[in-house]
């Protein structure tokens, strides 16, 4: 593949990466940062009241990690992100199957969506300030990034398998056991990788479900934009006619 189409893609991704970045940071100041607030005035009652009222210094403001903290991680998240699924999309484009720019763009974002948030969510769901054992976050942390390694290993797997099943079985028919086995080996994982049920008794349930929505709402809204504008993104630059380039890039080698 040409070097030159490729850097090109990769603007078109970190560009893209940007503005779903943005995107997702109005969801997440707007819909999770007020279950933030709350969560944190329990973390604090709770510490008022073990230690008799005394106040621990700030190191940073609130309002500085509710604003320039977190924009500051979702846009360079956006940016590193956009630029690695660009890099996949330029493999992946003709490849995967008969599918145009957008529609490539848009069954990369939704299984990126799938096997690095969803399943690994699914297993170790977000936790809001107040919940969780601060003795086992690293081991939390540590299985959380194991499921998203086993989903993103096993995703990749059933793709390899389907292709490969598919000339005996059919398109359909392949695509089906597939997932059925990618379904099956995340249930495995499920099942035998611990679990951990740390939440106090005192804690609103219905706050908990609330951050973790807008947790999944943030990751959503980012997926979802990255798909539908580096999909128009790479359209025009594949589609549009941009020179030899954009040919060499439509066209997989190997």
């Known amino acids: 593949m040409n070097s ?3 850097r090109a893609l990769l603007v ?42 005394g106040e621990e210094e700030e190191l940073v403001s609130r309002t500085m990690q509710a604003t320039g903290g977190l924009a500051t991680a979702l846009l360079v998240f956006g940016v590193a992100v956009g630029g690695i699924a660009a890099l996949v999309y330029a493999y992946a484009l003709g490849r995967i199957g008969n599918f145009g720019p957008r529609a490539t763009a848009a069954l990369i974002a939704g299984a990126a969506l ?23 976050i690293g081991k939390r942390t540590t299985l959380f990034f194991l499921m998203v390694a086993l989903s993103l290993l096993l995703a990749v797997a059933a793709v390899i398998i389907g292709k490969r ?26 099942a035998f990788l ?8 005192d804690f609103p349930a219905s706050l908990l479900w609330k951050f973790r929505l807008s947790t999944l709402a943030v990751q959503t809204t ?12 790479t359209e025009r630059l594949l589609v549009s006619g941009n020179g030899a380039d954009a040919r060499r890039v439509a066209t997989p080698v190997g």
């Not at 611990?194 to 106090?200: A, I, K, Q, R």
Request: hydrophobic content about 55%; overall charge negative; cysteine-free.
């Open 4 to 6: 030159i189409s490729v």
């Open 12 to 53: 078109r991704g970190m560009i893209a990466g940007v503005i779903a970045g943005a995107l997702a940071l109005a969801v997440a100041y707007f819909l999770g940062e007020s279950q933030v607030d709350a969560a944190i005035a329990i973390e604090e009652a709770h510490s008022h009241a073990a230690h008799g009222g």
């Open 114 to 136: 799938l096997t690095v948030y969803v399943v690994p969510f699914l297993k170790y769901p977000a936790n809001p300030p107040a919940v969780g054992n601060p003795d086992t």
């Open 165 to 190: 099943l598919a000339p005996a079985l059919g398109n359909w028919n392949a695509t089906t056991a597939a997932a059925a086995g990618f379904v099956l080996a995340i249930g495995l994982a499920y």
């Open 194 to 201: 611990p679990s951990f049920d740390e939440v106090g008794k």
């Open 222 to 233: 980012f997926w979802a934009g990255f798909g539908l504008i580096f999909g128009y993104l």
